[in-house]
């Protein structure tokens, strides 16, 4: 692929873009940066991700535990009496002391530590994988909003473009230049327009409850939108193997299915080793005290060897049942590198492809602007006709949707590269540059 180094910088100030609406009550601007940096404090799939974290740190302190000296404190009272001589009993107390350790396990508790400090290291990266997942979100429910904001001033120019037109043909009517066909005419473009207007604004408010749930927030009141669109590339011939290779680098969800698949490996080990022998030590003491009788302390120390005859099948059970978790992990990190590589390799082609077209666009837009200019003049001075008119704004509009579309592909474009290849958005993530 040949490489592409475009900065193309557009910037559209979408000036009060919500003056008029209700539904918005404070005059602040949010850009691009602040909309992915509130997701990323706010969204509950963070929350849930770092609490997933937590629990598997808890998990391995569990296991560590359980290789400790466990120590136990007990006590009793007791009265003892004879029912025939209710004023005869006797009070006895006894205070005790025990601890106990795990010796030896065979090795299982070492394995399930590195089980659980695996688990712990998947989850962080689970943690890492949704951040760059909610700030895509976040960055793709932008440009949607911007996108249905450009496209409300399109149907905006093309309304009042048809209303100066609807003007005109009916004054030239009024003189006796024109049939009253063409006032029909512009007057139905009119109603047409304002119904594709009403259409536009409801648009954006769809999006803008999108972009707030993407934001993870529940009050929404931006009015003004700055879009400042930066088209950055791949700096280098980085061919796609290198492309690839960077991301099962640092693609977060791949790392981590590799933590499971190795979780897996000493869980067959684990499970391998169910029916072999443990031994404890445990040491105590107990202080007694009978009415009457002296204190009278006791020891007692022991080593409790256990040795595992037979389980009736259970540890060669426990041992298939994970290799067959393991080759199906193993499965699913073969499937995951597909799709990485089929995520790379569109957002590339997609990304390039948006480019061209922001080009021939523009070029668009303006031999649009001079057509319909042209239009206006023969119609005005009467050799040119309604439907030249019509046409010309309509074309003009579809020029201008026709930007703002490979403009907003071009950023739809760069967040799925950035999250396919494991990274923040390029805007608040400097290595995302590449």
Not at 14 to 29: G, L
Not at 140 to 152: E, G
Request: glycine letters at 4%; one cysteine or more; proline letters at 2%.
């Amino acid at each position: 692929m040949k490489i592409i180094i475009a900065i193309l910088t557009v910037m559209l100030f979408v000036s009060s873009c919500f003056a008029s609406d209700s539904n918005f009550v404070s005059p602040s601007s949010l850009s691009l940066e602040e909309c992915i940096h509130i997701a990323l404090k706010n969204h509950p799939s963070l929350r849930k991700s770092k609490a997933q974290t937590k629990m598997a740190s808890a998990a391995l302190e569990q296991v560590k535990t359980s290789n400790r000296v466990k120590v136990n404190m007990t006590g009793s009272a007791n009265t003892n009496g004879d029912f025939d001589d209710f004023d005869t009993r006797t009070n006895t107390g006894t205070v005790g002391l025990n601890a106990e350790k795990l010796l030896y396990d065979s090795g299982v508790n070492r394995l399930n530590r590195n089980i659980q400090s695996e688990n712990m290291q998947g989850a962080a990266e689970g943690e890492r994988h949704t951040q760059v997942t909610v700030a895509a979100d976040a960055k793709r429910a932008y440009y949607d909003l911007v996108l249905r904001i450009l496209n409300r001033d399109v149907e905006r120019e093309k309304l009042n473009n048809l209303e100066e037109h609807a003007k005109t043909a009916k004054g030239i009517y009024e003189v006796g230049n024109s049939p009253y066909v063409e006032v029909t005419k512009a007057e139905a473009d009119l109603a047409n327009a304002r119904v594709s207007l009403l259409k536009a604004e409801n648009d954006i408010l769809v999006s803008q409850e999108a972009l707030r749930v993407a934001m993870g927030i529940d009050i929404f009141d931006t009015v003004n939108l700055v879009l400042s669109t930066q088209l950055l590339l791949p700096d280098t011939e980085n061919d796609i193997d290198t492309l690839l290779r960077i991301a099962l680098e640092d693609r977060a969800d791949y790392r981590r299915i590799l933590h499971t698949i190795k979780m897996r490996e000493l869980e067959i080990q684990v499970a391998a080793r169910g029916n072999s022998p443990t031994i404890k030590g445990s040491i105590g003491s107990e202080l007694r005290k009978q009415e009457s009788y002296s204190v009278s302390t006791n020891y007692t120390a022991g080593i409790n060897i256990n040795i595992p005859v037979s389980d009736g099948g259970l540890t060669l059970a426990q041992t298939n049942s994970a290799r067959a978790q393991l080759e199906q992990d193993t499965a699913d990190a073969d499937s995951l590198r597909q799709t990485i590589t089929h995520d790379v390799r569109s957002a590339m082609l997609s990304l390039s492809n948006a480019v061209d077209r922001v080009k021939s666009s523009e070029l668009s837009v303006k031999y649009a602007e001079e057509n319909l200019e042209l239009a206006w003049g023969r119609y005005e001075v009467g050799v040119g006709n309604q439907l030249e008119v019509s046409d010309a704004v309509s074309t003009l509009a579809t020029s201008r949707y026709s930007l703002y579309q490979a403009l907003y592909d071009s950023q739809i474009a760069r967040a799925n590269l950035d999250e396919a290849m494991g990274h923040l958005p390029v805007e608040i993530n400097s290595e995302g540059s590449m």
